[in-house]
């Protein structure tokens, strides 16, 4: 794999530091446009450095996916069967289609499930990336942080439209690929 190549795979348990690391620097790295700078350091659980036990505790039940760039992590998306929980890319990747391939790579789990339709709760300044990704807002509504902070969202949904791929399972094209 080439410095530049950007693959996919499981998240590990060794990456929960990182991938707490990403969350907040993703967060920091957002202007208080759509959100005051409480709700924004809310939305980080308070951090300014890494704590990977809530990541840890979230992959018991959640399916984690990372982007990496030779052996650094750089971005990464938790989902549940049709629900794509959580997508944050660092802010030095974040443009690149690193977003966009994780996403992929959740809609074609979710299809290969035998799932025809995915949601997700955009942020605000999420709102215009999922649409140019197909999604469609459903409603804004509140979201309640875990330290009781509540901020608007939009609920968006997907509808998949499936190809048959070979064996009869359902298969969506990657924008790249995925190891």
């Known amino acids: 794999m080439s410095a530049n190549e950007i693959s996919l795979r499981p998240a590990q348990k060794t990456d929960a530091w990182m991938l707490s690391a990403i969350h907040i620097a993703a967060i920091k790295a957002l202007p208080a446009t759509f959100y005051t700078q409480k ?3 809310a939305w980080r659980n308070y951090r300014d450095k890494p704590d990977g036990s809530n990541i840890l505790k979230r992959m018991k039940v959640e399916t984690f996916w990372v982007a990496i760039e030779g052996d650094a992590v750089i971005g990464f998306a938790s989902f549940m069967v049709d629900e794509l929980i959580g997508l944050y890319v660092h802010p030095k990747y974040q443009g690149k289609g690193v977003g966009r391939d994780l996403v992929q790579h959740f809609c074609n789990e979710a299809a290969e499930q035998g799932i025809d339709k995915v949601i997700t709760t955009a942020s605000l300044y999420a709102e215009g990336f999922y649409l140019r990704l197909g999604f469609t807002a459903i409603q804004k509504s ?10 608007p969202v939009s609920k968006m949904s997907k509808t998949l439209e499936a190809q048959a791929g070979c064996c009869g399972k359902v298969m969506l094209p990657l924008s790249r690929f995925q190891k």
């Open 39 to 41: 709700e924004l350091l």
């Open 142 to 151: 509140p979201h309640y942080l875990t330290s009781g902070v509540v901020v």
